[in-house]
């Protein structure tokens, strides 16, 4: 079973509109989640992070998430794209008891004017 | 701060060919971790140092992968013989403290894209 599910490969949207990309994890993934986005030809960058405290976790860009227990869920959520979000964004998670990483299949966000 | 360096950033082989990927973290980063993102799909671990020693290569195709971190800096990551299976992005990432510490950052470096033919 797959420990972090993207419940969307793709998401287009307009410039300025709001954008929610799911994610979902399993109970084999500890709750230290992540979010990545990679822009084209280039490697992974942090968006952000939940550890622990606060559910609510802002970023960088303009970029929040949600750590919601019950739901087991983490989606990110900007109120206001830009064209230079166009991205692919993933979530990840530690499996529980180990020190790997395990990542979801990937969103791609499309921003068009 | 120089971000993780991977080499080179493109290879075309032929299926049954070898082919070798460098890595050099960012300075001071006594993790390393080697990853494989096929198209479509978020990266897999293939291994992870700590220091020079491996910690987890449970997911590395033994009998045609390898990787070494000699002296607990640069590392390499070869392929012998490559399979068509093999084409993906290797991704390269290092974060400061050891493992067992679930709260590492990863940095990444920018990949190097491999197409077997």
């Known amino acids: 079973a797959q420990s972090v599910t993207q419940l969307d490969s793709q998401v287009p949207v307009f410039e300025e509109a709001p954008v929610e990309l799911r994610c979902n994890y399993s109970s084999s993934v500890s709750v230290y989640l992540f979010w990545y986005v990679q822009y084209p030809n280039q490697g992974l960058q942090l968006l952000l992070k939940?550890?622990?405290?606060?559910?609510l976790v802002k970023g960088i860009n303009g970029f929040e998430a949600e750590f919601n227990k019950s739901q087991t869920s983490f989606h990110l959520r900007k109120p206001s794209v830009h064209i230079s979000d166009t991205a692919e964004y993933f979530c990840?998670?530690?499996?529980?008891?180990?020190?790997?990483?395990?990542f979801g299949k990937g969103t791609k966000l499309t921003v068009n004017p | 701060e120089a971000g993780v360096a991977q080499s080179p950033r493109y290879k075309i082989i032929e299926k049954r060919q070898s082919v070798a990927f460098w890595c050099n973290p960012i300075?001071?980063?006594?993790?390393l971790y080697w990853y494989q993102q096929i198209l479509g799909q978020g990266p897999k671990l293939l291994i992870q140092f700590q220091n020079n020693g491996v910690v987890d290569d449970s997911q590395l195709p033994k009998d045609r992968f390898s990787a070494e971190r000699l002296k607990g800096v640069d590392s390499t990551l070869k392929i012998q013989p490559a399979k068509l299976e093999d084409s993906a992005v290797y991704l390269c990432?290092?974060?400061?403290?050891?493992?067992?510490?679930?709260?590492?950052?990863?940095?990444f470096g920018p990949g190097t894209r491999l197409t077997v033919l």
């Open positions: 939940y550890l622990s405290g606060s559910t």
């Open positions: 990840a998670g530690y499996q529980g008891g180990s020190e790997k990483l395990v």
């Open positions: 300075s001071g980063h006594a993790t």
């Open positions: 990432a290092s974060s400061f403290q050891g493992a067992g510490v679930y709260r590492n950052e990863q940095f």
